[in-house]
Structure formats: C-alpha cells, structure tokens
C-alpha cells in the first residue's frame, strides 16, 4: 500500500534562518506531488506541484522553494525565514492517472519567531 | 475549475444524518465534485467524488443534483469523530496544467454535538 512521510511534525526557526522540509511517498512510482500551506484560520493554499523528478511549478511568488531530486521525494526550502512563513505545510500526492484522489501527509507546524 | 459555495459552518447532533450543501453553479460537463474532510491539526482526508451519478461508500454517500449544479455530502449517522471542516472541490478529470491540484476553499466547520 501506499504511504507518505512528512517531516518534522512541528518546527520552531528563528526569522532569517534557513528552512527544508522533506515529504517522501512510498509504495507508487512517479506520483504527482504537492504542497500547501495553511495560515491560522485559513483555507489550504497550493504552494509547488511536481509532475517528475526536476519539474516543479509555482502557483503563487513567495519566500520559498521546492526540488524534486527523486521520483517519490519532495523538499520545500527557504534560504530565510520570514514571520509571514509560519503555517501548517502539508505535502500531497496522487497518481498520475486523471481522476484519482489525492493523499496527504500529516503536516508540520512551523512557527517562525 | 469551477468554484464552489458551502455554508461556513452547521451543527448536528450525534446519530442523526449530516447533510452538507455545496453549489456549484458553474460547473461544466467534465468536471468532478470531489469531496475531503480535514480534523483538526491533520492532513486532508479524502471521502467521495462523483461526476453525474450519485455515489456511495463506506464513509458517505453523495447527492449530486441533475443539472449538477449543486450537491449534498451525506454522513448517514455522524459520530463525534465526524466533527471537521468538510471541503467540496470541483476539479477537471482531464490533463491539466496544475497537475490536477486541488483548489481548497474555506469549506464548512461541522461540529457534531453529544
């Protein structure tokens, strides 16, 4: 069966300090890969999506990052951490097949102080 | 994707059917009604998703009117686990160029009540 890690489950980082996060998805092979970001009291918001290994595509300028350097894994980085980063990030993946629904990790917390 | 319209928040009390509304006037014909719940601190789950057809599964069932333009999320005997906020999402079931994303809104607070 498949299965997806995300990493830390919570994170305190100081403003302007680097940031990586990793998702890894076991159990399927070049799974579509997300992630999102929920502020406190918010709606989920996409931040990065990743077709394939070395694709990745923005939805929305910001503060932060994303690599696929493997098939099932997905980094979301930051060189320095703004207040405005701190939410709920949670990575998702599902098949590259049309009409499929799509599973998520269980988050990091990151509170940015 | 077509944008969907759900009440911010219900109530219901334990046992009884939890019947979520979502309009989705602007839907086209080959768009899918996808529905998730999030509890509190955790990941999305999804339960459901349908295109015409009403459905059913373990989890709930779902209403989809006949000119699609709005569905029902069905939980037939809500339990106290159940309480989370329920999202309806309309998303094309063909390529796209968001890797099929998922587009969340606001979606609707459930508390089910003892």
Redesign the interface.
């Known amino acids: 069966s498949q299965t997806i890690h995300q990493w830390p489950a919570t994170l305190v980082q100081p403003v302007g300090s680097p940031l990586s996060l990793e998702c890894t998805v076991e159990g399927t092979s070049n799974p ?1 890969l ?1 992630w ?1 970001r929920q502020a406190a009291g ?3 918001q ?1 931040l990065f ?3 394939g290994i070395g694709q990745i ?1 923005s ?1 929305v300028p910001q503060n932060l990052s994303a690599s696929r350097p493997q098939d099932r894994q997905f980094i979301l980085s930051s060189k320095k951490l703004l207040l405005s980063d701190s939410g ?1 990030y ?1 990575c ?1 993946w ?1 098949s590259g097949r ?2 499929t ?7 990091t ?1 990151l509170t940015v102080v | 994707d077509a944008k969907t319209t759900q009440p911010p928040s219900m109530d219901c009390a334990e046992g009884r059917a939890a019947n979520l509304p979502c309009n989705h006037s602007t839907i086209s014909g080959n768009e899918y009604v996808y529905w998730y719940r999030q509890i509190h601190s955790q990941g999305p789950q999804y339960i459901i998703h349908g295109l015409k057809n009403n459905e059913t599964n373990e989890m709930a069932s779902l209403i989809i009117t006949e000119d699609r333009k709005s569905s029902t999320l069905i939980l037939p005997h809500a339990t106290l686990r159940d309480t989370a906020v329920y999202y309806c999402i309309v998303r094309v079931g063909v390529n796209s160029n968001s890797g099929y994303a998922l587009n969340f809104g606001k979606g609707t607070s459930l508390l089910v009540t003892p």
């Open positions: 579509n997300y999102y918010r709606g989920l996409l999506y990743s077709v595509s939805e709920f949670l998702a599902r049309w009409n629904e799509a599973f998520f990790g269980q988050g917390r």
